[in-house]
Every structure is written in structure tokens, then in C-alpha cells.
């Protein structure tokens, strides 16, 4: 195999990631207006602090930490903007 298929698979690869995560992300948003806040927000909170516990497992630097947890205080932000609306 050459450089170029290697880089063309790759490619491929990364590809296909974005596709799933895509697909991912557009079967969470039905999901999310489907059921209640009370049903999914828990849920969604188990996600963040597993990926904050995993970002902490594999010592990751104090800036990349910080970054994870203002996401995560962002997306908590924006669900709670969120519940408020729908009231």
C-alpha cells in the first residue's frame, strides 16, 4: 500500500467517523424533543461527567481539563436556557 491509499483511507476513515457522529448527534436531538427534561437531562449529565472523569483518567493537561469542564458548563447553560423557554 502507498502513502496515498494509506492517506486515502484515513481519509475515509475520518469520514465515516463524521458521518456517524453526525448521525449521532441528529438522533439525540429527536430523541431530546421527544421526551421531557426530566427524562433525558439526567442522562445527559451521566455523559459529561463520564467524559470528564475519562478526560481526568488519561491526565490530560490543566488547560484541556478546563476546556472540557466550560463545555460542559456551557451545555448545562443552554439546557437550563433551554427549560425556561419551554415553560
Known sequence: MSDSNAHECLDAKHERNREQRIEGIKRWVEYIESEPPETWGPQQNAV????????????????HQQHVTDVAAEILEASDESDDDSE
Not at 48 to 63: F, G, H, I, P, R
Open 48 to 63: 459529561v461527567n463520564d467524559q470528564l472523569d475519562a478526560a481526568q483518567s488519561v491526565q490530560t493537561s490543566v488547560a
